[in-house]
DNA sequence: CGCTAACCTAGAACAAGTTTCAGACTTGAT
DNA sequence: ATCAAGTCTGAAACTTGTTCTAGGTTAGCG
């Protein structure tokens, strides 16, 4: 069987959170049940054409059908990798942040203070995603109109941002305020990729606007000396 | 005729920016072309149509057609009003919103600083939408789904929702760090209830963001003391 | 009153996401 | 090699948003 029930019922109402995890989570997943490798190239293959058909049109132009035949694979089977065309979006949107996250660890940022360094990390994917509008425009929307079916992916996705600024911050042991203002900074991440994607926004705003949230940042730095090390500045480095 | 031509082609990239303006704007505007009492009378209805259905089941329950049957009116007539199911959540929005200001303008919030009485503000918005969450989660998912047609509709949310969070920062002529902060302030907003409505983040997590996001507020109201009043309150640690 | 343009209605038609099904193909274990 | 279980395929069907059409209704105006 590739997935598991699918559909689970989370319906009593909610009490989770974001697990933490800097850390990578490769093939050891349980529940996910290791492929073949047709099955592994059928999936690249899927991912391929989803994000390339995104590049197009954006989340529009991404129609299942032609997904499938582009990949060349079956609509069922299609449906059966991806039971729906957000979850195949929110996969794409993985896929992509994961190459990010390699990319940013090759030349990390390289400002004074953490909020300076999530700032540039932050706009320097901003830049990434006009290079692309399209495929921005499709993995953002579907990962904002996900709803609770989609839940694990989307957390992923949010896992995988998480590691992400946390990584341009310089911490590994963030404290629940830090934590708090991380997520703060994905909403608004999220939130002003939007608004510039459906033109209600220019970048020069988004610039200010992530800016304005990376000072957050600085606020939980301060308190909480947390030790004898780090008063000043905040750690360099990574 | 009642819609202007409907779908400007918005294309070349903006530089824009939500314009201010905390007062009201009703029905002098230019653009919408006065409607007849029976015109008024079945929008209306269609309105109060789509939040009923949403109350239920949340964006999916709002179909069309139903909400056509319901208003009592053909599903052309419902397509001559709101030009797609998006627009008319995203109107539904507005309607509920500016019932939400006038509620919020009668017992206004009581805070000591301005970043306590937006926190406040917000979290008994956040309340009424605990008390419908399908409603909210139908409206919330077609605001960030809407695409560069609905961006006028989405624009007056997103002016109503800043005269708000002004209303409660008890300013009215805002400094542009400031309205940073309030943008950053919704987008939180919204994201934050995004993922509360999809089930990825408790109602705590959801109230400390909140607060976590407010304190920005604080900082920008020691920057520029704007005059010889007011100077006091603002920051304190949390 | 009677005309005309704009509006409304019922219903068919179309598009794209999703489901279903019968039959062919793979895979893993015996 | 063979069998059973699990996968994949191709094609049709179903659902719901959206568009289109033909004819009836309304509102303003001469």
Redesign the pocket.
């Known amino acids: ?2 997935w598991p029930p699918r559909g689970s019922p989370t319906q009593p109402d909610m009490e989770r959170g974001t697990g933490h995890m800097t850390a990578e989570a490769k093939e050891s997943d349980p529940a996910t049940p290791a492929l ?1 490798e ?2 592994e190239a ?1 999936r690249r293959r899927i991912l391929h054409a989803s994000a390339q058909l995104a590049s197009r049109g954006g989340f529009d132009a ?4 032609e997904v499938a035949e582009s990949s ?6 299609l ?2 990798y991806f ?4 979850h195949l979006l929110v996969a794409t949107m993985q896929d992509q942040l994961q190459h990010m996250h390699g990319t940013i660890r090759k030349r990390p940022p390289a400002g004074d203070t953490a909020a300076d360094r999530v700032a540039e990390t932050l706009m320097r994917a901003f830049r990434a995603m006009q290079r692309e509008p399209h495929l921005a425009d499709a993995m953002v929307r579907a990962l904002t109109f996900a709803d609770r079916s989609v839940s694990p992916e989307v957390d992923t996705v949010s896992r995988l941002t998480t590691a992400i600024i946390l990584d341009a911050m310089g911490l590994d042991d963030p404290t629940p305020q830090q934590l708090s203002a991380v997520r703060v900074i994905e909403h608004t991440w999220h939130s002003a990729l939007i608004t510039w994607l459906s033109g209600r926004a220019s970048i020069a705003q988004v610039k200010i606007d992530i800016e304005t949230v990376c000072k957050l940042i600085d606020l939980t730095m301060d308190e909480e000396p947390a030790g004898p090390v780090k008063a000043g500045k905040a750690r360099r480095g990574l």
Request: aromatic residues 4%; charged residues 25%; proline residues 5%.
């Open positions: 069987m590739l073949t047709r099955q059928r991404v129609q299942m059908r060349q694979v079956a609509l069922g089977t449906y059966r039971p729906s065309k957000v």
